[in-house]
């Protein structure tokens, strides 16, 4: 329990102005107000309010015509199946990345996509498939990092690049000129490596 200091009173000074200092032997029945405080002595915070813990729940009444909150809609498969449908129609439409990188933890190599408003303006995180490390790709909003940093600012730090690219179909074409076919199912050799990231 918190020490009794002034300061704690501060709140509560003003449920008592200087107009009702001095309240009546008839009190008009508030919505704010329990008709159990009439008295006709002088009130002062330090005699009503703080006298017993029992006095300050009977000062206010609780609003009971609060609106529910949204989470408690029930849950069916249909809706699931709605949102995620919604959920892939927009991914579709937005313009994305994909990285290949090789996580230097566990060696494993894996393709990965992002969202460009996620990369350019938001936090971007890419779990590893293999050993469920995070790896930050970029960060705009200073959870991680005091400055807007991206990966190819971590990459500049640590002395290495960031080979960008384009595809076209099953065909990646690469900065340096370079032409690769990467149909479903086939994985990119070790050469085609967009970035090392940690």
């Avoid at 008839?26 to 703080?50: M, N």
Wanted: aromatic fraction near 6%.
């Amino acid at each position: 329990m918190r020490p009794f200091t002034p300061q704690t009173l501060r709140p509560l000074r003003s449920l008592v102005s200087p107009s009702s200092a001095f309240a009546s032997s008839r009190v008009p029945v508030s919505r704010f107000y329990s008709s159990q405080l009439v008295q006709s002595k002088r009130v002062s915070p330090s005699s009503t309010i703080l006298k017993s813990n029992r006095t300050l729940p009977s000062l206010f009444r609780f609003n009971s015509n609060a609106a529910r909150p949204l989470t408690e809609s029930p849950v069916t498969s249909e809706t699931d199946g709605e949102r995620e449908k919604q959920n892939q129609e927009r991914r579709q439409g937005e313009e994305a990345y994909q990285i290949t990188f090789t996580c230097k933890p566990c060696g494993e190599r894996s393709s990965h996509r992002m969202s460009k408003q996620g990369y350019h303006r938001g936090t971007v995180l890419i779990q590893c498939p293999s050993c469920k490390n995070r790896h930050v790709m970029s960060d705009h909003l200073g959870i991680f990092f005091d400055k807007s940093t991206t990966l190819e600012d971590l990459l500049k730090e640590q002395g290495q690049t960031l080979t960008h690219g384009q595809t076209d179909g099953n065909l990646e074409i690469w900065d340096d000129g370079t032409l690769r076919s990467s149909g479903p199912g086939q994985a990119l050799p070790d050469e085609s490596a967009k970035s090392e990231s940690s």
